[in-house]
T-cell receptor
Framework: DAKTTQPNSMESNEEEPVHLPCNHSTISGTDYIHWYRQLPSQGPEYVIHGLTSNVNNRMASLAIAEDRKSSTLILHRATLRDAAVYYCILRDGNAGNMLTFGGGTRLMVKP | EAGVAQSPRYKIIEKRQSVAFWCNPISGHATLYWYQQILGQGPKLLIQFQNNGVVDDSQLPKDRFSAERLKGVDSTLKIQPAKLEDSAVYLC???????????FGEGSWLTVV
C-alpha cells in the first residue's frame, strides 16, 4: 500500500469544524482513500472512504484533491467524543483488502 | 448486528509463558484479520484469513506466533513463548467478502512481565 503523511497531532475547539489533512503523493489510480479513527481503549472504526469524488456521510466529509495527491477529512462540528487518533489509509482496490496503518493524527478537542 | 467479539480483554503473563486470544467475527464475514498494536503506534497486520485459508501471514513471527481458523468462523491467536516486546493490544477484525469496511473488535490487551 502507498504511504500517507499526516500531522502527529491537532487541536480543535468544541463545536467548531475540523480539517484533518493527509498527503499521499504516490497514490496510484486504483487506490481508495480510507479514513478510520480510534477512540481511547477501543479498536479502530470506519469513518469514510472515497476514490475520486468528494464524499459525505453522517460522520464526516472527505474532500479529495483533483490530482488525488492529498485529501482532507472534515468534521463539521467537533464534539468531545471526536477526540481520537485519525488514520488516513490507502487501499489498493485491485489487490488485497488489508489496511496498512501509519501513525495517524491525534485530535484533541477542547471544551 | 453484533460486533467482533474478543477475549480475554486483558491478560498479564510472565515472559516465556504462553497465551491464547480468541475472536468471533461478525456473522457471515468471510475475511478475518489479526493486528498487533504497540502503544503509541498504528496497528500492524499479523495475519489475514479468507474463510479458513491463510491469505497473508508475511508479518507473523512464526517462531512464536500461530493462528488458526479451523471452521472458517472463530479464530485463535497463540503466542508461545512470549517475550517482553509482545506487550501490545491484539486486534481482531472482519470484513464481508464483497464489502469495503473492516470492523474491529475492542482488542485484547497483553502485558508481558
Amino acid at each position: 500500500d502507498a504511504k500517507t503523511t499526516q500531522p502527529n497531532s491537532m487541536e480543535s475547539n468544541e463545536e467548531e469544524p475540523v480539517h484533518l489533512p493527509c498527503n499521499h503523493s504516490t497514490i496510484s489510480g486504483t487506490d481508495y482513500i480510507h479514513w478510520y479513527r480510534q477512540l481511547p481503549s477501543q479498536g479502530p472504526e470506519y469513518v469514510i472512504h472515497g476514490l475520486t469524488s468528494n464524499v459525505n456521510n453522517r460522520m464526516a466529509s472527505l474532500a479529495i484533491a483533483e490530482d488525488r495527491k492529498s485529501s482532507t477529512l472534515i468534521l463539521h462540528r467537533a464534539t468531545l467524543r471526536d477526540a481520537a487518533v485519525y488514520y488516513c489509509i490507502l487501499r489498493d482496490g485491485n489487490a488485497g483488502n488489508m489496511l496498512t496503518f501509519g501513525g495517524g493524527t491525534r485530535l484533541m478537542v477542547k471544551p | 448486528e453484533a460486533g467482533v467479539a474478543q477475549s480475554p480483554r486483558y491478560k498479564i503473563i510472565e515472559k516465556r509463558q504462553s497465551v491464547a486470544f480468541w475472536c468471533n467475527p461478525i456473522s457471515g464475514h468471510a475475511t478475518l484479520y489479526w493486528y498487533q498494536q504497540i502503544l503509541g503506534q498504528g496497528p500492524k497486520l499479523l495475519i489475514q484469513f479468507q474463510n479458513n485459508g491463510v491469505v497473508d501471514d508475511s508479518q507473523l513471527p512464526k517462531d512464536r506466533f500461530s493462528a488458526e481458523r479451523l471452521k472458517g468462523v472463530d479464530s485463535t491467536l497463540k503466542i508461545q513463548p512470549a517475550k517482553l516486546e509482545d506487550s501490545a493490544v491484539y486486534l481482531c477484525a472482519s470484513r464481508r467478502e464483497t464489502g469495503n469496511t473492516i470492523y474491529f473488535g475492542e482488542g485484547s490487551w497483553l502485558t508481558v512481565v
